[in-house]
């Protein structure tokens, strides 16, 4: 799934790819988030009180934690999650 924003004058391009068992997360053409899909264990949203907005994804015995300035681009990256796992 592709998806793309006008924020600004700036548009970004979020891409969600599962090739070979992997999934990859795009924005911009750029690989933002890349995991095993067999140890993909759930993702968390939040807003913390630093005025970030953040998704932690669980991965088996791990965590990868992701922060975001702006609510848009974490709305998007939440839709695209939504929408494909």
Do not use: P
């Not at 090739?19 to 750029?30: E, L, V």
């Not at 913390?48 to 702006?70: M, Q």
Request: proline share 0%; glycine share 4%.
């Amino acid at each position: 799934m592709v998806c793309q924003i006008m924020k600004k004058g700036i548009r970004h391009k979020y891409k969600f790819v599962v090739y070979n068992g992997r999934i990859k997360i795009y924005i911009d053409n750029i690989v933002f988030l890349s995991f095993n899909q067999i140890d993909f264990l759930g993702y968390y949203a939040f807003k913390d009180d630093t005025n970030l907005y953040g998704i932690d994804f669980y991965i088996k015995n791990t965590i990868i934690e992701t922060s975001y300035k702006t609510k848009e681009v974490w709305v998007d990256i939440l839709k695209l999650l939504d929408n494909e796992l």
